[in-house]
């Protein structure tokens, strides 16, 4: 099999009122532990790959080259989407020609006319090749690739505009944000939601920040019209913790226990069970 468009996978959710999981990916084993997550689940997913981890991986092709290689070594048999996580206009167009089968365009930071402007350029551009796109209204919160937003609501009314050029599915600030939740966090705005939702008529919609976030809350929303959740965070702090385990135990000091085959393991096996969890608690396992 081949890596697909999201498209489909999504409208799928969408109707069946479940979300498919968005899992960014950082390395090979991040790679690897994601597909044999999503495979032991039978969930159809996408990957996402941030242009920070990109240029972390070695570009947009070994990125493209590598998913595809272990999709095909691992045998895996559920729907996957190779998918650019808030893509630069420029760093759109790059991952469709290196084989991207979706792209996001995050042009939030952009006067809402050169953002639809732009959001339509890249839309016509990854329809012509049979690639999905997501486009952005209202700034996520936090941080991400160095792009800083306090997470203001997303406006209705311009949702709808980006919604009507034709794009396969939506971010919209509705109050989350990228990295550790805060214990002040007033939690997701389901009114300005529900108000986003009836305005673009159905179209799917994405929740950027989905680590951490209450699964009551990402249930809720997903009854309001979300059917993509964004999960990188959430994996990180499950890698993290395993491998400073692994050292604190001084596992690396007992025999070949310096080996990175052995010392990434157990940071690999948290994010398969971490990945298999997500599957389930977003209804998304057995959906392939």
């Not at 790679?31 to 070695?58: D, F, H, N, R």
């Not at 595809?68 to 996957?80: A, Q, R």
């Not at 805060?182 to 673009?200: H, M, T, Y």
Request: glycine fraction near 10%; hydrophobic fraction near 40%.
């Amino acid at each position: 099999m081949a890596l697909v468009s999201a498209k489909d996978m999504i409208d799928k959710a969408h109707a069946g009122h479940y979300a498919i999981p968005a899992f960014n990916t950082n390395n090979l084993e991040w790679t690897k532990a994601i597909l044999l997550g999503i495979e032991a689940q039978k969930s159809p997913a996408i990957i996402q790959v941030s242009e920070g981890a990109t240029k972390y991986m070695g570009g947009y092709k070994a990125v493209a080259d590598l998913v595809n290689d272990l999709y095909n070594s691992l045998g895996i048999t559920v729907p996957v989407a190779l998918h650019l996580d808030h893509g630069t206009f420029e760093g759109a167009k790059k991952c469709l020609e290196a084989g991207f089968t979706s792209v996001m365009f995050d042009g939030s930071h952009f006067d809402f006319e050169e953002n639809k402007e732009k959001s339509k350029e890249i839309i016509e551009l990854a329809h012509s090749k049979g690639a999905s796109v997501e486009c952005e209204v209202g700034g996520i919160g936090g941080t991400e690739d160095g792009v800083t937003s306090s997470g203001e609501l997303a406006n209705p009314a311009e949702c709808k505009e980006i919604s009507d050029l034709g794009v396969d599915f939506l971010a919209a600030g509705i109050g989350n944000i990228h990295g550790p939740y805060p214990e002040n966090w007033a939690g997701l705005n389901f009114e300005r939601l529900d108000e986003i939702d009836k305005a673009v008529n159905g179209k799917p919609l994405v929740l950027h920040g989905g680590s951490g976030i209450p699964f009551d809350q990402v249930h809720k929303a997903v009854t309001l019209g979300v059917s993509k959740v964004n999960i990188n965070t959430e994996l990180q702090l499950e890698f993290t913790a395993a491998v400073r385990k692994y050292f604190e135990a001084k596992k690396d000091l007992e025999g070949k226990g310096y080996d990175p085959r052995k010392v990434l393991k157990p940071g690999v096996d948290a994010i398969q069970a971490k990945v298999e969890e997500l599957c389930k608690a977003f209804g998304s396992a057995n959906q392939a």
